[in-house]
T-cell receptor, first 114, second 114 residues
Framework: AQSVTQPDIHITVSEGASLELRCNYS??????LFWYVQSPGQGLQLLLKYFSGDTLVQGIKGFEAEFKRSQSSFNLRKPSVHWSDAAEYFC????????????FGAGTRLTVKP | DVKVTQSSRYLVKRTGEKVFLECVQD?????MFWYRQDPGLGLRLIYFSYDVKMKEKGDIPEGYSVSREKKERFSLILESASTNQTSMYLCASSPGGSGGAGQFFGPGTRLTVL
């Protein structure tokens, strides 16, 4: 069965500092991988996704993520964090054959210090 | 842009009341989902529907039912609300066919059961 682990429940970074949010997945083959962001009181917005090709994918709002098959990881990064990036971030894994059976991590809450 | 709307952002109900949560999507998506989001638990799938009048149980269907009479509308029903159903409820939709599109989320309904 597929599953996602986000080891960090809460991360605090200073504005302007770099950010890396960790995501590890379990899946029998190469899955489709996603990062979503949820601002306070809002639904989830898709940041980026990976399913083949270049293992470094670019997303919206200046985010990128790198797929590492050997580590079963799909970590999210941003070189310089802005106060508006404070939100909850969810990693998700899904099978290549449909969009139904997605599994979400428990989320990482990001706090940005001024 | 895909738009998923939910009928209420905030809802307060009393124990034992019947509660309806409505979700509408405007992108002609085949699949629609209801999730429950609780701190530390991430998103848990309650039910999903892959076609009109079709539904599948998710991970936590107990105490809930759903209805999909039209392709664009998916309703979540709490037959007799209980305090342990106080939560954030997220609706999502996705296209049919192969994976990769991900799911598109509404803004959520925060339900409080007193």
């Amino acid at each position: 069965a597929q599953s996602v682990t986000q080891p960090d429940i809460h991360i605090t970074v200073s504005e302007g500092a770099s950010l890396e949010l960790r995501c590890n997945y379990s899946y029998g083959a190469t899955p489709y991988l996603f990062w979503y962001v949820q601002s306070p009181g809002q639904g989830l917005q898709l940041l980026l996704k990976y399913f083949s090709g270049d293992t470094l994918v670019q997303g919206i709002k200046g985010f990128e993520a790198e797929f590492k098959r050997s580590q079963s990881s799909f970590n999210l990064r941003k070189p310089s964090v802005h106060w508006s990036d404070a939100a909850e971030y969810f990693c998700a894994v899904g099978p290549p054959y449909n969009n139904n059976d997605m599994r979400f991590g428990a989320g990482t809450r990001l706090t940005v210090k001024p | 842009d895909v738009k998923v709307t939910q009928s209420s952002r905030y809802l307060v109900k009393r124990t034992g009341e019947k509660v309806f949560l409505e979700c509408v999507q405007d992108m002609d998506h085949e699949n629609m989902f209801w999730y429950r989001q609780d701190p530390g638990l991430g998103l848990r799938l309650i039910y999903f529907s892959y076609d009109v009048k079709m539904k599948e149980k998710g991970d936590i269907p107990e105490g809930y039912s759903v209805s999909r009479e039209k392709k664009e509308r998916f309703s979540l029903i709490l037959e007799s609300a209980s305090t342990n159903q106080t939560s954030m409820y997220l609706c999502a939709s996705s296209p049919g066919g192969s994976g990769g599109a991900g799911q598109f989320f509404g803004p959520g309904t925060r339900l409080t059961v007193l």
